[in-house]
């Protein structure tokens, strides 16, 4: 009982201090955000992970590394500086909609997704996880919002 308590614990304080882990910018690391920071639209492009759309086989993601480092950020999204920048982590799959068929559902991680961000822009990433061979799934952005 006292090893659950320590867990939920460590997880809240985690959680808690997720928001300022993200906003420290260690030199050489990518800046990256609360989506709650209140800067300019033109300044920062917005990542939301959270939204994905189970019915089209696109899992939901948690981001744990941005250009080859682990990071904490928000399971919703984050603010992320303009440029190219690579970004994995872990799925959520729910299976209702697309039912598992590949006889060898060993799977291994995923590529790394490389997107050019643009300032100003939203950009919706999930994890697709519709084809046949699980070998084939991965990190996609499915949609973009353009800045105006």
Known sequence: ???????LLTGLIIQATAPL??????TGQTLVLPLSTELTNNEMA???TAGGRPEECLAPIQVTRIDGEER????????IEPGTHSINGKAFIDLTDCPL?????????????EVEFEPGSTYHIGFFHAPANAQEWKLVVWHVEESL
Do not use: H, K, W, Y
Request: hydrophobic share 60%; charged share 15%; aromatic share 6%.
């Open 101 to 113: 068929i590949d006889a060898n559902p060993v799977m291994n991680s995923a590529v790394d997704l």
């Open 21 to 26: 882990a993200a906003q420290v910018n260690v």
């Open 46 to 48: 917005r990542v939301f």
């Open 1 to 7: 009982m006292r090893r659950v308590i320590i867990s």
């Open 72 to 79: 904490v950020v928000s399971a919703q999204g984050f603010l």
